[in-house]
């Protein structure tokens, strides 16, 4: 059974920093690719970055603001978001998935398994 569980989430200014963290369940790790995505009210929940097969990959939106990282013996994903902007205000989610295909990484169907979220509130 995987389990995912999110914590960090927070309200801080513009231009604050927040960092993200997702507990796992060991068998998450079976999976090739951990994410984080996010959703803002009455848009459609995006991918922010993810770690596949050792790989990071991040969305536009957030590169060079956002670093994602894990620690294995932890279990636990992280996300540290710095030079927060308003737009980044969402609810975070960890997932976990096997992407074929690393150009689908950003894509929410490619995950099995998901967190509760975290809230993430900037303000300008």
């Known amino acids: 059974q995987v389990q995912l569980v999110e914590s960090g989430g927070g309200s801080v200014q513009a231009g604050g920093s927040l960092r993200l963290s997702c507990a796992a369940s060991?068998?998450?790790?079976?999976?090739?690719?951990m994410g984080w995505f996010r959703q803002a009210p009455g848009k459609e929940r995006e991918g922010v970055a993810a770690?596949?097969?050792?790989?990071?990959l991040y969305a536009d939106s957030v590169k060079g603001r956002f670093t994602i990282s894990q620690d294995n013996a932890k279990n636990t994903l992280y996300l540290q978001m710095n030079s927060l902007k308003p737009e980044d205000t969402a609810m975070y989610y960890c997932?976990?998935?096997?992407?074929?295909?690393?150009?689908?990484?950003?894509?929410?169907?490619?995950?099995?398994?998901w967190g509760q979220g975290t809230q993430v509130t900037v303000s300008s």
């Open positions: 060991g068998a998450a790790y079976s999976n090739n690719c």
């Open positions: 997932a976990a998935g096997k992407v074929y295909d690393y150009w689908a990484w950003a894509s929410r169907y490619e995950y099995n398994y």
């Open positions: 770690i596949c097969t050792g790989h990071t």
